[in-house]
């Protein structure tokens, strides 16, 4: 990347921070705040991910509870910037499509590996769903307004997977386990499906 690039990066990062200069008042803010939360909502490959991510950091427990989901909204977020900025990232409905696949594997086979291993697992497949939110951003939206929707979004569908987690755990120590490596299995299945086109 050439120096100009970083600079238009760091000039589209500008939209995730707190600023008088993209503020919008009135429809607008809304308008930028509702497209970003309705943007990971909105589709089920996002959906399965983001939902996947907390399970998973469910499944690897402890310190990852938060980390993980961390690692991939950060990320995303970094994502979003280089869509704004009009960075182009290679394969990202691709990467979007495989983030299911892995990380529905990774909950079906229960993946053992160091949470820094997990995070940027996790962190590689944010930034090609970051791009795909920052480059469907709309005209009129506001730029801060838009990213805290989207990230907030995100945060909440990685709630639920942790919920869905503890849910499932909740049936029964033995067949607790095995549901949810099931549900990972069936994710990992859809994911197959949209990456090849069937969904």
């Known amino acids: 990347m050439t120096g100009r690039h970083f600079a238009r990066i760091g ?3 500008l939209f995730l921070l707190p600023s008088a200069a993209f503020a919008h008042t009135g ?12 943007h990971p909502v909105g589709g089920l490959d996002h ?22 989901p961390a690692s991939f909204v950060l990320l995303m977020a970094f994502g979003g910037a280089l869509g704004v900025a009009g960075i182009d ?15 529905g594997l990774a909950i079906a086979f229960g993946m053992k590996a160091p949470l820094f291993a997990f995070a940027a697992l996790v962190g590689l497949f944010a930034i090609f769903h970051g791009h795909a939110h920052g480059t469907e951003m ?3 939206s506001g730029g801060l307004a838009y990213g805290f929707g989207f990230m907030l979004a995100t945060a909440l569908l990685h709630a639920i997977g942790i919920g869905l987690g503890v849910a499932l755990a909740k049936i029964g120590e033995a067949r607790g386990g ?22």
């Open 27 to 38: 429809h607008g803010e809304t308008a930028g705040f509702f497209h970003g939360f309705e």
């Open 11 to 13: 000039a589209a990062a």
């Open 47 to 68: 959906i399965l991910a983001m939902v996947l991510v907390g399970v998973l950091a469910w499944q690897a427990g402890g310190r990852a509870l938060i980390a993980i």
């Open 138 to 140: 709309p005209a009129d």
């Open 89 to 103: 990232v290679p394969f990202v409905e691709i990467g979007i499509a495989l983030s299911i696949v892995v990380f």
């Open 178 to 199: 095995l549901l949810v490596r099931a549900a990972g299995g069936a994710a990992a299945a859809l994911g197959l499906g949209i990456l090849t086109g069937v969904l």
